[in-house]
T-cell receptor, first 116, second 112 residues
C-alpha cells in the first residue's frame, strides 16, 4: 500500500511568488492534515480536512494560505504571495475515519519550501 | 490550549546503551493521547509509541517504553539497547482529538 506522498520535495521561490504544494493521502483515508515546521521550531498544525470539508483551519497563519481538497482525495496548499517567514517544511498526514477517538496519522515526507 | 515541551535539543548515546528523552505537556482535556514520533534523516516521520491518558500502565513497544506520569504531565521515552538505526529526530506530541500538538524535537545521535 502506498504511503502519503507530497510534491514537490523541495521548492525555492522568490518573495512575492506563488507556490502550490500537493499531498496525496493514503487511499481511503478521509482525514487529511497539514502541518508546518519553521526552522528550529516545533511542528505546528495548519488545518484538517474530513473528506472535502475543512474541519479545523485554526492553524492557518493568514489569508495568503489557501488549502483545498476537491473530491476528498488529494489536497493542495497554495501560498500567494509567499513571504520570507513562510520558509519551512510542510508536512501532510492522513488517517482513517472510524468511530474511535484515535486514528493513527501517517505522515508524508514533507515539502521543504525556501522563500528568498 | 495544548502545549508540549522537549527540553533536550540534542542527546547522544552509545550503541547498546539506554537513553531517555524527556517531554512535558499541558492540557485542559481529561482524555487525550500522547505520542513519540521518529524522523530519521531525509525520511518520513513514523509513530514509535502511543499512550492513552486513561491507562495507568506505561506503553511498551519492543526496545521502546514510556514513563507516563499523568499528575506531573510528564511523558518520557526510554530506548533500551540503542542501535545505530535509532539515530533520528524524536518528537513528542499530544492529541485530545484530531490535530497533533508537537514539541520542538530532540536530535538523538547514536555512537558506535
Amino acid at each position: 500500500e502506498a504511503g502519503v506522498t507530497q510534491f514537490p520535495s523541495h521548492s525555492v521561490i522568490e518573495k512575492g511568488q506563488t507556490v502550490t504544494l500537493r499531498c496525496d493521502p493514503i487511499s481511503g483515508h478521509d482525514n487529511l492534515y497539514w502541518y508546518r515546521r519553521v526552522m528550529g521550531k516545533e511542528i505546528k498544525f495548519l488545518l484538517h480536512f474530513v473528506k472535502e470539508s475543512k474541519q479545523d483551519e485554526s492553524g492557518m497563519p493568514n489569508n495568503r494560505f489557501l488549502a483545498e481538497r476537491t473530491g476528498g482525495t488529494y489536497s493542495t496548499l497554495k501560498v500567494q504571495p509567499a513571504e520570507l517567514e513562510d520558509s519551512g517544511v510542510y508536512f501532510c498526514a492522513s488517517s482513517q475515519r472510524t468511530g474511535s477517538s484515535y486514528n493513527e496519522q501517517f505522515f508524508g515526507p514533507g515539502t521543504r519550501l525556501t522563500v528568498l | 490550549a495544548q502545549t508540549v515541551t522537549q527540553s533536550q535539543p540534542e542527546m547522544s548515546v552509545q550503541e547498546a546503551e539506554t537513553v531517555t528523552l524527556s517531554c512535558t505537556y499541558d492540557t485542559s482535556e481529561s482524555d487525550y493521547y500522547l505520542f513519540w514520533y521518529k524522523q530519521p534523516p531525509s525520511r518520513q516521520m513514523i509513530l514509535v509509541i502511543r499512550q492513552e491518558a486513561y491507562k495507568q500502565q506505561n506503553a511498551t513497544e519492543n526496545r521502546f517504553s514510556v514513563n507516563f506520569q499523568k499528575a506531573a504531565k510528564s511523558f518520557s521515552l526510554k530506548i533500551s539497547d540503542s542501535q545505530l538505526g535509532d539515530a533520528a529526530m524524536y518528537f513528542c506530541a499530544s492529541q485530545p482529538y484530531g490535530k497533533l500538538t508537537f514539541g520542538q524535537g530532540t536530535i538523538l545521535t547514536v555512537h558506535p
